[in-house]
């Protein structure tokens, strides 16, 4: 691992893959196909031989911008994916299989919940459990767990699970860990220091950061063991075990289902991606500020944030995240607010879903994302009615203080 710093490891990794031409972005490669001059090279690459057949299973592009995520996770390799969903998809349909049972945090994703829906009926067993302590993930435990799986800072309601001592636990199992670290970015958490063996990040959120790509991607951090993983098929456990993991997930999960990112997607995100580290800063500073500011407004009546001494993980989060709390908060108005008149008078706000973008967006959860859920499983999850979710971004601070003040003025 080079002594460079996180940001300039970014900037300059484009042009140390080697560009044509001394360009400083790698090539956008539209070719669906690659075309070999021995017949012999080309049945190697469909052997196993590093290199590119046909676009399905991944472009020189696509390989630039796994190589880039691969070194913001220092890990060892990753497989980039069409959008977040579709490079978790690809874990757990790849990894898992009727009878396995996986335990799960129970704060997560709402998509993710509806994904876990498909893979039971399947036959897949799953245990949803607070994962912000470790002795209920150690309680969920079965003869037929396989893997372990939570996001770092939970969306919408900011829970942090023990991700280090859920890494501990599954290390002494020999449990695959599985962390979607799309809420807390590879800046303020790599997968690897909690002891995670894959890491997911939604490419369309933070890593992009401007709207404009989706993208998801799966990292293998080299901890985990793959000769001790049941269902890698025999025709994947061959060469160095430490590539097996990512082997089966790209085969099966870009071959076989084919959620490919494309080209055009992989360069927009990979431009966004050299400001990373600068837009975290300056969005989690201003989600630090709102936060604060929030919480004593006589209008609000609850604001999640870790970076709230007043968050139940405040110390972990303090601990884990060099030093911020991410971007994202949850906000409870008064009661006698009507959400949606409050929202209709914002003027900076965009009323967007989506998060990690460069602006600051915000919607009615209850209303959108938790819709589906229904009123029961909402309220079991403490997600009240006048609750918005607030993905704060990178506009002038006083700005953003300021259309709060207004509306709930
Ligand atoms: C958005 C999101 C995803 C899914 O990513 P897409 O790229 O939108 O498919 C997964 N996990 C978390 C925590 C997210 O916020």
Redesign the pocket.
Known sequence: MSANGFTTEVIHSDRRQGSECGAVHQPLHPSTEYAFSDARELAAVFQGKAGFSYARQGTPTTAALEKQVTKMEKGTASVSFA??????SAIFLTLLKAGDHLISSKY??G??NSLFLTLQGFGVEVTLVDATDVEQVKAARKANTRMVFT?TIA?PGTQIADLQGIGEWCAQEGLLYVL?N??STPCLLTGRSVGAGLV?N????YIAGHGQA???MVTDTGLFDWTDYPNIADVYRQGNPQSWGLTQIKKKGLRDMGATLSSDAAHRISVGAETLPLRMQKACDNANRLAHFLSQHPRVTAVKYPGLSSHPQHARAQQLFNGQFGALLAVELAADIDVFDFLNRLRVLALAT???DTRSLTLPVAHTIYYEMGAEQRALMGIADNLLRISVGIEDYADLEGDFSQALA
């Open positions: 959008s977040g969903m579709a490079a978790l997560i994703f998509n993710t996001e969306n979607d799309t809420l997911m939604s490419l369309s959120k989706l993208g998801g989506h998060l990690g």
